[in-house]
């Protein structure tokens, strides 16, 4: 829960601190209070070292200076400089609070930002005007400010939906490290950037991917569909966007004045033709390639049959210029497709390559050009584009067809084998979509890296049903409802009651889904709804799923990094799905535990082109405060050994203290 206006106004009287607030009507936001700026910077000292080593026993502050500049001057930021800055304001946390500092945007807007976060080629399911739902790099999605809605989740319901993108954010070159989780998901990101956990109230917690390891983040347990799933693909709008109009010929009654002028217009008149360039993407009745006299309708039906067809084409088909190949062992595969081919009025005509192989060719240049359009050819191949806008039914037949062409179907799991690393991609969004379980691995054959993709629609007694034990949460709920452990166990089966008491103690790090079910049927059986248990169902029939972090390793690639703001409305959502099968990830932003005190260190980079002036006092970020379910047990300060409590001005990393660094020396 986010504190209001009202809230901040009222906790500043007791026991939040913010000192000094020189100007409360100008500062304090709807939601939020904008910080200043202090008059002390830390600037990186231009030395000739190949790189900073936090293993040394150099103190990481014989790299950087301090600046100090009276209140009156301005602090010029140049391009593509980073420096440490400082909040003017003293801040202390209580600790049932959690607080967030992020850049304003008007301060983004002159190309200053505060934080860091992924790597351009990063992939995002999002949705744009133009092509609905679809799979695009975030760094076209941010240099290129395309409008789009992002795959997130509600911290408050935990459903799954689209949200708005509120804000691209270019960011400075930074180191990248790739998240690996156990089911194979990656995602590539900077040090500091946060993925999702669960806390021990039920609360959604941030986590560093620097501290990730050996955490349970989340993932999708279930993608949304599009608002308005395809029904038909536009064939001339297709092939005028990707393909090659010089190789079509368009039929309408209405072309005539498309071919005035042109060397052949009596012949096109004569046969009511033109060629589709200068036909448009309007008007025609029919199409054709090039000398062909096989034509069809401009708009093909999005069927399942059409999707099963596509699915096992990228799987088992290749495609020539004037004809399409499906090759398999199962000749009613092989006939299924000939069966979709001869509905679209094209015959097809077998040959068995070798005992029990059989091939099955469509000698149709139109069709090779579409299909190659819509899925690619060769390696490349790829779950079409547009896929992400078909129906959950449609896309399930496309996920058959793959399977029948390269995959095996078991009792407890489906398989799925592919030499791309872009389609196991592919394929694992397909999973996240249908809500399927997934897991992901690669191994190395004579012929390349084989990937496999192994999913199940009824999730198996792991993989999928996993969540971190809500130790807090499950003893408010049996409490709320005036339980005693023993009544506890009654209600739900067990025969001791050191079954509940194992769960809400923390013995086990994770807990069943299907055991939260349980629990929950059992406590909804008292007849009361408290927001415990409220919390308890948004778990066990929420949107997400959790996944743990096996490992998190450098890549070795230092490059310009992106982000995107999701906060529609000022809503509390600020993540969206990025990386290799779907991981939620944060947006950037300062993180402040609760029982922290002192000034706050910012990270301040100029994207832009020309120097920027940075004035003292002036307000370049705003904190947002968030209730805890509960106050925590181990706030921020010495007990932690924590690194920056009461700092005062610019503090340079401290990571050197960190227990993974101490080397017994």
Known sequence: MVLSDRDIEER????????????????????????RLGNTFRVFKNLHVPYINPLSDDDLETYTEVVEIDDEEPFILHP???????????????????????????????????????PADEELLVWTPEDGLCVREIGALVEERIPCIAVSFDPETLEVGLHEVTD?????????????????????????????????????????????????????????????????????????RYGDAEDFVAYGESLGEAVTGHQNATYYRSRGAAPLRLAGTGGAAQIAFKGSDYRVDPVLEVTEELAWTLGFYIAEGYARRKHLTFVNTDRSHLKRVENWFSEQGKSCSWNEQKEGTWSLTVPSALWSSVFTLLAGSGKEKRVPARAWNWSDEVLKSLMDGLLDGDGSRRETRDVLYAFNEDLANDAMKVCDRLGYAATCRNRQRETGTEWTVEFSEVTPHRRGQLIPTPTDLLREARAALGLS??????????????????????????????????????????????????????????GVSFDRVREVRPTGREVPTYDLEVQPGGKLVENFLGGFGGVFLSNTAGYIDPG???????????????????????????????QMTSEAERPYGAERGSKYQDQEGPIASRITVDEEFDTGG
Do not use: C
Request: aromatic share 4%; glycine share 8%; net charge negative.
């Open 12 to 35: 500043l009287g007791e026991d939040l601190v913010i000192d000094p607030i020189l100007d409360a009507k100008l500062q304090i936001q709807p939601s939020s209070v904008d910080l």
């Open 168 to 240: 691209w954010i270019e960011n400075p070159t930074r180191e990248i490290y790739e998240v690996v989780l156990d089911s194979g998901r990656t995602v590539r990101t900077t040090w500091d950037h946060n993925l999702f956990t669960l806390g021990s109230g039920g609360e959604v917690d941030r986590i560093e991917s620097s501290d990730a390891e050996g955490a349970w983040v989340m993932i999708p347990g279930k993608t949304p569909e599009p608002p308005v799933p395809e029904r038909e693909i536009d064939l001339l709008g297709l092939i005028h």
């Open 485 to 542: 452990l023993r009544e506890a166990a009654d209600l739900t089966g067990h025969s001791s009651k050191s079954s509940i008491s194992n769960i809400e103690n923390g013995e086990y790090e994770t807990v069943k889904k299907s055991s939260l079910e349980k629990l929950l049927e059992a406590y909804e059986s008292v007849g009361r709804d408290t927001p415990p248990l409220r919390r308890l169902r948004q778990l066990v029939e929420g």
């Open 596 to 626: 922290y005190r002192g000034q706050i260190t910012l990270e301040l980079s100029n994207l832009g082109t020309v120097p920027v002036a940075l004035y003292p006092k002036m307000r370049v970020s705003q904190v947002v405060f968030e």
């Open 80 to 118: 593509s400089e980073f420096v440490l800055g400082t909040t003017l304001e003293r801040v202390e946390v209580p600790p049932d609070l959690v607080a967030r500092v992020e850049g304003r945007s008007s301060l983004g807007r002159l190309a200053v930002i505060v934080h860091a976060s992924l």
